[in-house]
């Protein structure tokens, strides 16, 4: 089955950054690969970036690419996200979800959310 | 690659079937066969969930009222009898090139 656990709603100021965590557990974590995606209340769901499991490789929007780093930890399991320079534009609920290294069997495992809000 | 959806809101009787269209700017087949179209359904203040994947595959536990069809650039979701648990907004993605892309979502309600 597996679970990812992800840490808490977090508030910050517009130029600020912020580190959302994503812990795994009841999986082999260098199975499977981290992506993220966000969605901004009322909206629909943006791919943000994917992160390989054993932290060799990673992949950003386009949009995003010169403000976000994604990093994976084999030690504890977990994934990490971090967005600078944070404007009011990125506020949304971020999601990470695992990913199947090797066979493609869909984003299967979604964490519950971080709320992220940007404001003066 | 960008992903359209229709329609974007669905109003749907208890018992009666339901389709949701997912088009894509470029085909989704991979050289092994596979079209990589996803569906998920995001349930009312809840994180998605994986429905169907790599066009016609249901996710572990996914009812086989629910079925994925299609190939290439063209890809319809299908309920065949829609129950209250169905109610939610639907999403199609193409998982074939980084960045994975969304369509804009399709609301199920019932009447």
């Known amino acids: 089955q597996g679970q990812l656990v992800q840490s808490g709603a977090e508030v910050r100021k517009p130029g600020a950054s912020v580190k959302v965590s994503c812990k795994a557990s009841?999986?082999?974590?260098?199975?499977?690969?981290i992506t993220w995606v966000r969605q901004v209340a009322g909206q629909g769901l943006e791919w943000v970036g994917w992160v390989s499991s054993d932290n060799s490789k990673a992949n950003y929007a386009h949009n995003l690419q010169d403000r976000v780093t994604m990093t994976a930890d084999t030690s504890t399991s977990t994934a990490h996200m971090e967005l600078k320079s944070l404007t009011s534009a990125d506020t949304a609920v971020y999601y990470c979800v695992r990913e199947h290294r090797v066979y493609y069997y869909g984003m299967d495992v979604w964490g519950q959310g971080t709320t992220v809000t940007v404001s003066s | 690659i960008v992903m359209t959806q229709s329609p974007l809101s669905l109003s749907v009787t208890p018992g009666e079937p339901a389709s949701i269209s997912c088009r894509s700017t470029q085909s989704l087949l991979h050289s092994s066969g596979s079209n990589y179209l996803d569906w998920y359904l995001q349930k009312p203040g809840r994180s998605p969930q994986l429905l169907i994947y790599l066009n016609s595959n249901r996710a572990s536990g996914v009812p086989d009222r629910f079925s994925g069809s299609g190939s290439g650039t063209h890809f319809t979701l299908t309920i065949s009898r829609v129950e209250a648990d169905d109610v939610g907004v639907y999403y199609c993605?193409?998982?074939?090139?980084?960045?994975?892309?969304f369509g804009q979502g399709t609301k199920l309600e019932l009447k």
């Open positions: 993605m193409q998982a074939l090139q980084t960045p994975g892309t």
């Open positions: 009841g999986y082999i974590f260098t199975e499977y690969d």
